[in-house]
């Protein structure tokens, strides 16, 4: 899950020339659960018919010129482990903010299913 290498992939896209902005995010385990409680790691499972259907969606969204998503799935992780990282890139801010947060939102919300192990 290298950042470097998928802007560098995004930078190679056939209309690369258009791109004025490369958001990521990286979703990193954390110590406590959202109730608070302590947590020792986590393991993630995805769709990816699912997740391959929200970037397709995204990507029709005005200024986006491409979407990547990466994540770690179906083995341990352990606190402050990488769990996903996303990228999208496009033309201004006005478009690229809002299509990380509704990308993000929808691969939380319906195509990863985390498993908290709790200490």
């Given at each position: ?62 200024g ?37 947060e509704?990308?993000?939102?929808a ?13």
């Amino acid at each position: 899950m290298a950042l470097n290498e998928m802007i560098n992939e995004i930078k190679r896209h056939p209309d690369a020339d258009r791109i004025g902005m490369i958001l990521s995010h990286t979703g990193i385990v954390r110590g406590s659960s959202r109730d608070g409680r302590s947590v020792s790691g986590l393991s993630v499972s995805v769709d990816h018919r699912q997740l391959e259907q929200i970037i397709e969606r995204e990507k029709r969204s005005p200024g986006i010129i491409d979407i990547r998503v990466e994540t770690v799935e179906n083995r341990p992780l352990a606190v402050g482990d990488e769990i996903m990282r996303l990228v999208v890139a496009g033309d201004t801010r006005a478009n690229v903010i809002p299509a990380l947060e509704r990308t993000l939102n929808a691969v939380k919300e319906t195509v990863t299913h985390k498993t908290e192990q709790f200490i």
